[in-house]
């Protein structure tokens, strides 16, 4: 399993004070945030009910039954409705 910190990161990390912590983790999200408008722009993927489950119906061995149950419980999960 890769590691999402090393040990020398970590070790670093150990000295550091609480708002040197807070920088580095805001510039690690401002870096993904950047990296992800610039892939993605303006046009996130948007996700909707229906296109979840013609996305899940596309895999061999998923059939509609199976894929309403999933699509129900990520809704369930996740307190996302259309």
């Known amino acids: ?26 510039s690690i999200y401002k870096s993904g945030y950047a990296d992800g408008h610039s892939e993605f722009g303006d046009n996130p993927l948007v996700l909707d009910e229906d296109s979840l489950h013609d996305l899940l119906v ?21 307190g996302i409705h259309d």
Do not use: C
């Open 1 to 26: 399993m890769k590691k999402a910190v090393d040990f020398s990161t970590y070790k670093h990390l150990q000295k550091m004070s609480f708002n040197d912590v807070n920088r580095w983790v805001t």
């Open 58 to 78: 596309s895999v061999p061995g998923i059939g509609n039954t199976l894929a309403d149950k999933i699509v129900q419980r990520f809704i369930d999960e996740t």
